[in-house]
Every structure is written in C-alpha cells, then in structure tokens.
C-alpha cells in the first residue's frame, strides 16, 4: 500500500512542480493535462476498463471544480498570477486529473485488497481526497500560481479550501457510487459487481 501512495504522491508532486514553474502558459498546461487525459482515457479503452462512471465522474468533477474556481475568484477569494484571465484555461482538466487519480488509487486499492471493509474503504478515500488534491494546490501555489486571500493556511492552502477539496470530492465519489448500484453499472470502483 505505502508504493501505491508514494508513486501517486510523486506524480502529484511533479504535476504541481510542472503548473507551479508553467503557470503564466497557461494554454501549455491546459494542453499538456488533455494529452494526460486522453492517454488516460485511451489506456481504459485499450484494456476494456473504461466506465461510464469514469466518464461521468471526469466530467463532473471539471465542471463543479470550475465553477467553484470561477466564483472563488469572482468574490476575491483567491487569484491567480500570471495570466489573462479570470481563472485560467488549465482548471477544468486539473479538477478532471484530480478525479482521475483518485479513482485510479482508489481502483488499485480495492484490485488489491478486494475483501477490505467499508469502513477502511471510508478511511481510505477520506484520506485520499484530503491528501492528494491539497498537495497538489501546495506545490503549485508556493511556487507562485495562485494567491488565497482567507485566513488559516497551511503551507498556503486555507482550511476552507481544504474542507472544500474534501467535500467536493468525497460527494461526488459517494454520488457516482449510489449511480452505480442503483443502475446495475459495473465499475471496480464505484460498483464492483463480482
């Protein structure tokens, strides 16, 4: 279990490195994570795993993330530096990574531990959707993307912007879960029919 955080702790790490040195390109990012994406998205059709939950979480996910970007930034919340724009080009496929690396931890959590039960799964993906999105938005904000103007901050992410993190994704992991079972539709995640 301790390779599968490590591995997804670096890779978040070099995502935040990449948007924190890129930030002010910020077509370049917004390029790069769609061709992250899409290698994602195609590496699920070539091995047949590609759910529809996937798809639905993926998009959802962007388009909650953004818009809570935009309003964020509307009200002076936070801001972001270096670029034209109110929120930049990248937010909606880095929420959509965000998702995407939490359903692949938490797919190689249950591939590899199927007889875990629900109340460490819980634990578990509490912990994942409190842990990666926040490390990510640490990274990128202290080398210079973004600014909160909240109080409370660790490392510079504000305990709001933390419980936020957490509330968005851990609703709509339980959203996509309720969707799965009350459909009948197989997903190693969400419903895992055996």
């Known amino acids: 279990m301790k390779e599968i955080f490590l591995k997804n702790t670096?890779?978040?790490?070099?995502?935040?490195?990449?948007?924190?040195?890129?930030?002010?390109?910020?077509?370049?990012?917004?390029?790069?994570?769609?061709?992250?994406?899409i290698h994602s998205f195609y590496k699920r059709v070539k091995t047949n795993s590609l759910s529809i939950l996937f798809i639905i979480g993926f998009i959802l996910t962007g388009i909650i993330g953004f818009t809570c970007e935009y309003l964020g930034t509307s009200y002076g919340y936070w801001e972001y530096h270096d670029v034209p724009y109110q929120t930049p080009r990248w937010l909606f496929f880095a929420w959509g990574a965000a998702f995407i690396l939490i359903y692949q931890i938490e797919a190689i959590l249950y591939q590899k531990f199927p007889n875990m039960s629900n109340r460490n799964k819980n634990l578990y993906i509490l912990f994942i959707v409190a842990f990666f999105p926040t490390l990510g938005e640490m990274v990128a904000i202290n080398l210079g993307t973004w600014t909160y103007y909240v109080p409370y901050k660790i490392f510079g992410v504000p305990l709001g912007a933390i419980a936020a993190l957490i509330i968005i994704h851990a609703t709509i992991n339980v959203f996509l879960g309720t969707v799965g079972k009350q459909f009948g539709i197989k997903d190693i995640v969400y419903n895992p029919i055996t």
């Open 10 to 37: 670096i890779k978040l790490i070099i995502g935040g490195i990449a948007i924190g040195l890129l930030h002010q390109y910020d077509l370049l990012i917004a390029i790069l994570l769609g061709l992250k994406i």
